[in-house]
C-alpha cells in the first residue's frame, strides 16, 4: 500500500524563524512529490511540485527538496509570516495515472 | 480568480436527508475529482471523470454517487447522510489524467449533518 508519512505533526515556531517538515513516503512506482499548503477552511494550493530528477524548488520563501534514493522530501520556510500558519501536506504521485498518495499534513502555526 | 468554486461553502443536512454539492471549473480541465477530508487527515479520493467516464474508487460507498453533465460542472450526491459523513469535500482538477499533472482544489464544502 502507498504511504506518505509527515512529522513533525504540528509545530509552533515564531514569526521570522526558520523551520524544515519532512516527508517520507513508500510510493511506487514514483512519478512527483508535491508539497501543498493548506489554510484552514481552505483547499490544497500547490507550493513545488518535482520529478524524480530534481533535487530541489523553491517557491518564494518555500524550499522543497527530494531524495527519491531515500524516498524523503523536505520542506524548508524561511523567515516565517503570521500568513505561514496552515497544514503542509505531502502529495505524491504513483504511475502513470496521476493517483495522488496524500499525507496527513505538517500543521504549522506561526505565533508573533 | 478562483477557477475551481465549489458551492455552497458549509452546508448543513438532516440525517438521511439526500444533499447535493456542485462543482465548477472555469480552466476547461477534462478531470475533475471529489475528494473528502476529515479532520486532521488527508483527503480521500470518491471518484473522479474523466470526460465523461466514470472511475469509481473501490472503497467509495453506494451512498456517494456523482454527475458530470458538462466539462465545467459536476456534482457529489449524498443519497442518505450519516453522521459519518461529516467532512469537508473536496473538490479538484486536472488537464489531464497523466504523469506531472498538478490538481487545482476548489476551497471545499463542510458538510454537518444534524
Known amino acids: 500500500k502507498n504511504q506518505v508519512e509527515q512529522s513533525p505533526q504540528s509545530l509552533i515556531i515564531l514569526e521570522g524563524k526558520n523551520c524544515t517538515l519532512q516527508?517520507?513516503?513508500?510510493?511506487?512506482?514514483?512519478?512527483?512529490l508535491r508539497w501543498y499548503k493548506q489554510d484552514t477552511g481552505r483547499g490544497p494550493v500547490s507550493l513545488t511540485i518535482m520529478t524524480f530528477s530534481e533535487n530541489t524548488k523553491s517557491n518564494g520563501r518555500y524550499t522543497a527538496t527530494l531524495d527519491a534514493d531515500t524516498k524523503q522530501s523536505s520542506l524548508h520556510i524561511t523567515a516565517s509570516q503570521l500568513s505561514d500558519s496552515a497544514s503542509y501536506i505531502c502529495v505524491v504521485s504513483a504511475g502513470g495515472n496521476n493517483r495522488l498518495a496524500f499525507g496527513k499534513g505538517n500543521q504549522v502555526v506561526v505565533i508573533p | 480568480d478562483a477557477m475551481v468554486i465549489q458551492n455552497p461553502r458549509y452546508q448543513v443536512t438532516q440525517f438521511g436527508k439526500p444533499v447535493t454539492l456542485s462543482c465548477s471549473q472555469t480552466l476547461n480541465h477534462n478531470v475533475m475529482y471529489w475528494y473528502q477530508q476529515k479532520s486532521s487527515q488527508a483527503p480521500k479520493l470518491l471518484f473522479h471523470?474523466?470526460?465523461?467516464?466514470?472511475?469509481n474508487e473501490a472503497d467509495t460507498p453506494d451512498n456517494f454517487q456523482s454527475r458530470r453533465p458538462n466539462t465545467s460542472f459536476c456534482f457529489l450526491d449524498i443519497r442518505s447522510p450519516g453522521l459519518g459523513d461529516a467532512a469537508m469535500y473536496l473538490c479538484?482538477?486536472?488537464?489531464?489524467?497523466?504523469?506531472?499533472?498538478?490538481?487545482?482544489f476548489g476551497d471545499g464544502t463542510r458538510l454537518s449533518i444534524l
Open positions: 516527508c517520507n513516503y513508500t510510493v511506487s512506482p514514483f512519478s512527483n
Open positions: 479538484a482538477t486536472s488537464r489531464v489524467a497523466g504523469v506531472g499533472q498538478p490538481q487545482h
Open positions: 471523470y474523466y470526460d465523461k467516464d466514470f472511475n
